[in-house]
């Protein structure tokens, strides 16, 4: 019994006492150690992520030093007029009187061709997105004029081609009697061409961020002499 109790209590103040430090190396790492593992890769992770953004920043700011990049010029050169036509509607036209009333609705019918003149100042190459350029009138769209992406090179002149083409388009109410008016009376009929060009320069492997390049052009087209007679892109205007 007392030999058996002897035991039993050298045991429970063995389980008491603190691990020798014999004992704790061969127990492994503690918590402790696997917690300030873990803090110091986290540590080398952020670091890493800091230099290579400033390396990114430093990259960034040498082309910009060495390229001097501009922004590139995209605009109207030429409008080729190949067919206008204005159309009121019969309905209401004719009055009691013998007089004209209003048309509730006018068609207007063109076909034109665009010329633009993309210039890069740059001495790099760049390259230009699809876009889509609108045709408006009185801020109604009328048409789109698609403008394939291309690649051009350093210290160039491109010109980029392309055609609009409208059959029949509804026009109501006091745009039909506006535009009715400027083609029978006046004979000039106002468009506005507008839309946004993105382009972006290349230098070695590295692409710039997108550059917006805005086109707003008002031309002025005779629907008599099927011409163009009035061209304004910007602030400089253009009699033809």
Same mark, same amino acid.
């Given at each position: 019994?007392?030999?058996?109790?002897?035991?039993?209590?050298?045991?429970?103040?063995?389980?008491?006492?603190?691990?020798?430090?014999?004992?704790?190396?061969?127990?492994?790492?503690?918590?402790?150690?696997?917690?300030?593992?873990?803090?110091?890769?986290?540590?080398?992770?952020?670091?890493?992520?800091?230099?290579?953004?400033?390396?990114?920043?430093?990259?960034?700011?040498?082309?910009?030093?060495?390229?001097?990049?501009?922004?590139?010029?995209? !605009?109207?050169?030429?409008?080729?007029?190949?067919?206008?036509?204005?159309?009121?509607?019969?309905?209401?036209?004719?009055?009691?009187?013998?007089?004209?009333?209003?048309?509730?609705?006018?068609?207007?019918?063109?076909?034109?061709?665009?010329?633009?003149?993309?210039?890069?100042?740059?001495?790099?190459?760049?390259?230009?997105?699809?876009?889509?350029?609108?045709?408006?009138?009185?801020?109604?769209?009328?048409?789109?004029?698609?403008?394939?992406?291309?690649?051009?090179?350093?210290?160039?002149?491109?010109?980029?081609?392309?055609?609009?083409?409208?059959?029949?388009?509804?026009?109501?109410?006091? !745009?039909?009697?506006?535009?009715?008016?400027?083609?029978?009376?006046?004979?000039?009929?106002?468009?506005?061409?507008?839309?946004?060009?993105?382009?972006?320069?290349?230098?070695?492997?590295?692409?710039?961020?997108?550059?917006?390049?805005?086109?707003?052009?008002?031309?002025?087209?005779?629907?008599?002499?099927?011409?163009?007679?009035?061209?304004?892109?910007?602030?400089?205007?253009?009699?033809?």
């Amino acid at each position: 019994m007392t030999n058996r109790d002897g035991v039993g209590d050298r045991g429970r103040r063995q389980s008491i006492l603190p691990p020798t430090p014999a004992e704790r190396h061969y127990m492994g790492p503690s918590s402790s150690s696997s917690a300030a593992s873990l803090k110091g890769c986290c540590c080398c992770l952020f670091l890493l992520l800091i230099f290579l953004a400033l390396l990114a920043v430093a990259i960034a700011l040498v082309i910009v030093l060495v390229v001097r990049p501009k922004k590139p010029e995209f !605009d109207l050169q030429r409008v080729g007029v190949e067919y206008l036509l204005v159309a009121p509607t019969d309905q209401g036209v004719a009055t009691s009187f013998g007089g004209l009333a209003p048309p509730p609705a006018a068609y207007l019918s063109l076909n034109i061709t665009l010329l633009f003149t993309a210039v890069n100042p740059n001495k790099v190459e760049i390259k230009y997105g699809a876009a889509d350029l609108y045709v408006l009138y009185h801020g109604v769209p009328l048409g789109i004029a698609a403008v394939p992406g291309f690649e051009q090179p350093a210290h160039s002149t491109r010109l980029v081609e392309t055609r609009v083409s409208v059959s029949r388009f509804n026009v109501l109410q006091s !745009d039909a009697v506006q535009l009715v008016r400027d083609a029978a009376v006046d004979d000039r009929v106002e468009l506005r061409v507008t839309g946004d060009v993105g382009a972006k320069i290349r230098f070695l492997d590295f692409t710039s961020p997108r550059v917006q390049v805005s086109v707003d052009c008002l031309i002025l087209i005779s629907p008599r002499k099927q011409s163009l007679t009035y061209k304004q892109c910007g602030v400089d205007g253009l009699n033809v």
